[in-house]
């Protein structure tokens, strides 16, 4: 076997629905699908059953542990060569297989991932959420797809590994967030090499509302505190930049009383971002709403961080997020 799909579920038959009608579009056939479910109310066994001749499938059902542990329990039941997780709210291009067959045709690679980009069936304020996650404005560019970093950390929406290299770091944590960065950085100190696929990008809904967005982003902000304290050396600049700008702001809107045209600075980053953001995805709504995500984005990740930082320094408590029931969200 080439290839073993692991996906970890927790209450969306839904989404499982539209990766599973996806996969079974694939140009590629040498893949299993392993779908674990993760103590489920809403379990999605019904919607795997309607699969289960089109694909090679196989379901599980297990107690409540979070992603990173479920995922190692996909990846025990698992016979390929390569491992590749995706998250329930993905679709799968046609070709995708292909195009990792392709990269890794072009030299050895232990791991690997591939960007996400926005399908036409999306809600706009996905599109607006998937937009903040990857633009120049908010992130550099960095999760976007474009090849810049001195090595590539790939994320488990879309992230292929070795079985062997898998099973020779000991798999994910039990880190709740951040634990595919994790892995990645375990990965690295023993050796392995990852490259990005940026032609294996999958369609990756992420949250469905601002309020979920927060939550997913005020965690990774706090993770990367956790990462760096696992990791040493690990923690650079760029992780310091939404933090910087929260703190940026408070001290704009504090001058402001004294000089209301300093209100200018953040009117032109929104504006910024507005135009951008209506370039790439030619809607007005769109790019109203991007402004909206950016700004989640960046105060959500600046205070996770800021919060965990303080926790750590302060009070020498390990962060592992403040929103623990909504790891899935």
């Not at 062997?164 to 967030?177: H, I, L, T």
């Not at 992420?206 to 690990?234: C, E, P, T, W, Y």
Request: glycine share 8%.
């Amino acid at each position: 076997m080439r290839f073993s799909v692991i996906i970890p579920v927790y209450n969306r038959p839904g989404e499982v629905d539209e990766l599973l009608e996806s996969l079974t579009h694939q140009d590629f056939s040498d893949f299993e699908v392993i779908i674990i479910e993760d103590g489920s109310s809403k379990p999605c066994n019904e919607v795997v059953n309607r699969y289960s001749s089109n694909l090679n499938l196989k379901y599980f059902f297990k107690d409540n542990t979070g992603p990173g542990l479920t995922r190692n329990f996909g990846a025990e039941q698992s016979n390929g060569e390569f491992l590749i997780f995706f998250d329930s709210d993905c679709i799968i291009p046609t070709d995708y297989f292909m195009k990792v067959e392709e990269e890794l045709s072009l030299g050895e690679v232990d791991f690997f991932g591939g960007p996400d980009a926005t399908h036409s069936s999306f809600t706009d304020v996905q599109k607006a959420i998937g937009y903040s996650m990857t633009s120049f404005f908010t992130t550099g560019g960095i999760r976007g797809g474009k090849v810049k970093l001195e090595r590539f950390t790939p994320r488990s929406f879309n992230m292929g590994i070795k079985a062997d290299a898998f099973r020779a770091v000991g798999g994910f944590s039990n880190m709740r967030f951040g634990e595919d960065v994790d892995l990645s950085l375990r990965l690295f100190e023993k050796g392995f090499r990852s490259r990005l696929f940026p032609k294996a990008f999958v369609y990756h809904k992420r949250r469905a509302d601002f309020r979920k967005f927060f939550k997913q982003v005020f965690n990774s902000g706090m993770a990367r505190i956790n990462l760096s304290v696992n990791h040493k050396g690990s923690l650079k600049i760029v992780h310091l930049l939404p933090a910087g700008f929260v703190v940026a702001i408070c001290v704009v809107l504090l001058l402001s009383w004294l000089y209301p045209v300093i209100l200018f600075l953040p009117l032109l980053y929104s504006i910024a971002i507005l135009f951008d953001s209506f370039f790439h995805e030619n809607s007005a709504r769109v790019a109203l709403l991007s402004v909206v995500a950016a700004w989640v984005q960046l105060f959500g990740y600046g205070l996770g961080f800021m919060y965990a930082l303080w926790l750590w320094v302060f009070h020498g408590v390990k962060p592992d997020g403040a929103f623990t029931k909504n790891f899935y969200r």
